[in-house]
């Protein structure tokens, strides 16, 4: 079935990048994406990215898929305080029905 | 455009008591979604309806859980009776139409707690 795995926990400093890792296991999937939870909200879509694409840049956002390894990553440039959140990385299901397989969440500390 | 609106927000209930939950999408939004999110999990999809019609109910817990969606409109999330495990944020989300490339808009969620 699908699994999306994710790594717990990144703590950053200020003004960092941060780069949070995600993989996969349906490779059929045709869009990947990336989520913002803050506390007490509900997710918020920050970037996607087409299967066929390697990588997609998105002002401090860059996004690399590789599809080979189905290894997704988000990296954050110059990393604020405000960026402290649970990221989700999530793929569509193999039905293409809308429904998001999502990973377990990766907690973003930001220190100053 | 007004987001997807979600209440109550916070719940507390004894087991085997029941509750439920509204959701109101965003206009014209033909597909809305009903996620479970359990403390330190991901979201996992609990039914999602297109229009009033159900096209995945394969993860909702029927013997407890219920689902409708009146008029293709608002949708009510029931449990009955609820378990300890059930303690979660069951989050509801729509979209335009089904299928990859629509996004989503999720809502705040309501907390439930089982005690």
Redo the contacts between chains.
């Keep these: 079935g699908e699994d ?1 795995e994710q790594s717990l926990f990144l703590s950053v400093r200020e003004g960092d990048s941060s780069v949070i890792n995600c993989t996969y296991t349906d490779s059929s999937s ?2 990947l994406y990336w989520y913002k939870q803050e506390p ?6 920050l970037t996607y990215i087409f299967s066929n694409m390697d990588m997609k840049q998105d002002q401090r956002l860059t996004v690399l898929l590789n599809k080979k390894d189905k290894h997704l990553s988000l990296r954050i440039a110059d990393t604020q305080t405000g960026d402290s959140a649970i990221y ?1 990385c ?1 793929e ?1 299901d193999p039905g ?5 397989i ?4 990766t907690t973003l500390q930001v220190k100053p | 455009e007004a987001g ?1 609106a979600q209440s109550p927000r916070y719940k507390i209930i004894e087991k085997r008591q029941s509750v439920a939950f509204w959701c109101n999408p965003i206009s014209g939004h033909a ?1 809305l ?1 009903w996620y479970q999110q359990i403390l ?6 609990l039914i ?1 309806f297109q229009n009033n019609g159900v ?2 109910d394969s993860q909702l817990p029927k013997d407890r859980f219920s689902a409708e969606r009146l008029k293709g409109v608002d949708s009510t999330l029931k449990i009955q009776p609820a378990k300890l495990e059930d303690s979660a944020v069951y ?1 509801c ?1 729509s ?1 335009l139409d ?7 808009t ?4 309501t907390r439930l707690t089982v005690v």
């Design positions: 999306v045709t869009y007490g909200a509900g997710l918020q879509l989700f999530a569509n293409n029905t809308g429904k998001l999502f990973g377990q969440g | 997807v597909t979604y330190g999990q991901g979201p996992k999809l999602q096209v995945d989050l989300a979209s089904q299928g990859v490339g629509y996004g989503y999720f809502g705040s969620g």
